[in-house]
């Protein structure tokens, strides 16, 4: 009966830390930096292990798509969208029925802002999937946070030397 216990657990305890390799398929790095006085861009790289790819943004009608969510634009604006280093790679899918694109290796997302007060903070999460040939991820979430301090004319001193 022990040996039993012992082997149902060990058994449990392989498949869950199997189960966490699955999970890190994808790494992810994040950073910011200004690239004027105001303006800035935020790159946000996924590192795929081999053997996994991770689905695009436009991966509509299949597997779950990479997203970005801005939770908290403080004192910036976005401008346009994240735009990758290179093009995914589209085939269709039969599993879905619909053209899928995906990257493996690396991809880096860029996102350029600009700042509109002179201390500002962006925080967000990504959302992306990953799958090989024999198994998927569950939609995993990734979170940032980035602040800093831009040189922005001040409103009510460009305001002043008009009137003067």
């Known amino acids: ?91 269709f899918d039969p599993v879905f029925n619909v053209n899928i694109g995906w990257w493996e290796g690396s991809v880096t997302l860029t996102q350029k802002f600009v700042a509109k007060k002179s201390e500002y903070s962006i925080t967000g999460h990504l959302r992306y999937a990953a799958c090989s040939d024999e198994t998927c991820t569950p939609p995993t979430v990734e979170n940032f946070n980035f602040s800093g301090k831009a040189k922005v004319a001040d409103a009510t001193n460009d305001a002043a030397a008009v009137v003067a």
């Open 1 to 91: 009966m022990f040996k039993r216990i012992i082997t149902v657990l060990l058994s449990f305890f392989t498949v869950l830390s199997m189960q966490a390799e699955l999970l890190q398929a994808v790494s992810w790095t994040s950073n910011h930096k200004l690239t004027s006085d105001n303006e800035g861009i935020m790159e946000f790289t996924a590192t795929i292990e081999p053997g996994f790819h991770m689905y695009d943004m436009n991966a509509e009608g299949g597997p779950t798509p990479l997203s970005f969510t801005w939770e908290k634009l403080d004192g910036v604006e976005l401008i346009g969208t994240p735009t990758p280093s290179e093009a995914s790679l589209v085939q």
